[in-house]
């Protein structure tokens, strides 16, 4: 998301706004989050962007990644669908995925070192 329609989304002007994008970068933001951790450890994993079986080897390292489990697979749906046309996400999807994925940021960032 550019910076001319992140602020727009944050003050809530709807026009222009690109939901379908917040939420697949969100999605992208959680997968390059666990991916690093996994980098970071020297653990070798597949070029997917599927976020559970992402999570599934980040929780055999540590198990507290479970937590973030349903979070996850909120995001998860939003890694190819998303982007095809006639598929449509709402302003308040938008919002959670953002949401979720500042968690997700918080969560995994408290974790590499």
């Known amino acids: 998301m550019d910076r001319k329609s992140r602020r727009r989304f944050s003050d809530g002007d709807a026009r222009g706004a690109n939901w379908e994008a917040a939420c697949f ?3 992208q933001c959680a997968e390059k989050y666990l991916k690093a951790f996994l980098q970071e450890r020297g653990i070798k994993f597949e070029k ?3 976020l559970i079986r992402l999570l599934q080897q980040c929780s055999q390292v ?3 990644f479970e937590l973030i489990r ?3 697979e909120t995001l998860n749906t939003y890694a190819v669908d998303i982007r095809y046309p006639r598929v449509i996400a ?3 999807e ?3 995925a953002l949401k979720t994925v500042k968690d997700i940021r918080a969560f995994i960032r408290a974790k590499l070192k």
Do not use: F, M, W
């Open 90 to 92: 709402t302003k308040e």
């Open 48 to 50: 997917i962007h599927n």
């Open 94 to 96: 938008a919002r959670d």
């Open 62 to 64: 540590d198990g507290t």
């Open 25 to 27: 970068h969100s999605q």
């Open 70 to 72: 349903v979070h996850l």
